[in-house]
Structures are given as C-alpha cells and as structure tokens.
C-alpha cells in the first residue's frame, strides 16, 4: 500500500480520462482507520499565464467567454502546455494568439497550485518585456476573444474590486505589483507601473 502524506491508499480507479484531464476515485483510510473515498483531478498539461508589460506601464489583458462559469472574463493571455513541453514555450505561443504580441524579455514570476485540494494542476506565471507586435492563430474556440491595452493600475484595480477574479490575473498583476514596489523592475519600469491612470 502506498501513502500519500498521513492516508494510506488501498485501491485508486480512474472514472473519467479525455486528453487534458483523469478524474481518479482513491480508496483511502485516515491514521485513525476510518475509510473514505478521496476522488481527484489530475490535469495533464500545467496551466500558463503571463503578464504583458509595455515600456510605458500599460498591461495588454484578454477578454473572452468562460463556457464553466458562462460569463465574460478579462484575464492575461493563458494557455495550457502540452505533456513534456516547457511552460515558457506554451506560453510563448499563447501570447502571440491572443494578444498578438511576442517579448524581448521572458522572467518566471510565480509558480501556484490551483485548487489543490481537489487537483494536481500547476500553473507557472511569466513577466513578458520588450514587446513587439507578433501574429498567431487562435483556435475556433477564441473567436469571441478581444485584446485591450490598458494602465496597469486600472487592471489591478480590477482585480482589488471583483470585475477581474481569474486566478492567475489576480495572482499575476499582483505579483508585478509587488515586484514595482520592490524596485523589482528593470529600467525604471516600476515607477511607469505604479503610476495611477
């Protein structure tokens, strides 16, 4: 028998599998003996986000429709990396997709475990710089998708008041946030960041 932390698992079955997600029902027993089962989420490509920052402070969020929650939702350009590929190059790929923008500059920022009760999923977030204009082709299901340029502090903003609850774009912008106040920036960009809109 195998333990994962202080459960002991007796038996796991796998419920549900198509290509980006297993749903597994684990038959567990607590140190006390009690038995349950514990079902799980494992997610077989890690979560991507990044946060495109302009020379001048302004950040290039996107909007689309989240078909779970049904609702439109301003986020940072995100993207899933496919098994064995890196991050950076997934998320290299959806910043010219969404936001049509490619950097300069790459630099890991945050690394997170999104509803890690229940899933395994792993989201790395990315600092993009030196931005210039790039194409890529989005796929049928981003037809809806609009890229808007905006002063970072209204974007964060916007996640201070609940029009923006994506959990990478709140983690990501605030993380920046941080790293301005810091002195965590390279060229003065801090100062352009925290400037009020």
């Given at each position: 028998m195998k333990k994962r932390g202080t459960?002991?698992?007796h038996a796991g079955t796998s419920l549900f599998a198509n290509p980006w997600i297993e749903l597994t029902a684990y038959d567990v027993s607590a140190p006390s003996g009690r038995?349950?089962?514990y079902t799980t989420v494992d997610f077989k490509r890690a979560a991507t986000g990044v946060v495109p920052l302009h020379d001048d402070g302004t950040v290039t969020l996107v909007g689309q429709h989240?078909?779970?929650?049904?609702?439109?939702s301003w986020e940072l350009p995100e993207g899933g990396a496919e098994p064995g590929e890196p991050p950076l190059e997934a998320i290299k790929r959806e910043l010219a997709e969404e936001a049509s923008l490619a950097a300069g500059t790459w630099r890991e920022i945050l690394k997170m475990h999104l509803?890690?009760?229940?899933t395994n999923e792993v989201a790395y977030l990315f600092l993009?710089?030196?931005?210039t204009a790039a194409t890529g082709e989005r796929d049928d299901t981003e037809a809806d998708l609009v890229a808007r340029r905006m002063p970072f502090q209204e974007a964060l903003a916007m996640c201070l008041d609940g029009r923006i609850t994506d959990s990478l774009t709140v983690a990501g912008l605030l993380r920046v946030h941080q790293m301005a106040v810091a002195g965590d920036l390279p060229d003065g960009l801090g100062a352009?960041?925290?400037k009020a809109p």
């Open positions: 459960l002991t698992i038995r349950f089962d989240r078909f779970p929650l049904d609702i439109f509803s890690n009760s229940v993009a710089t030196g931005l352009r960041v925290l």
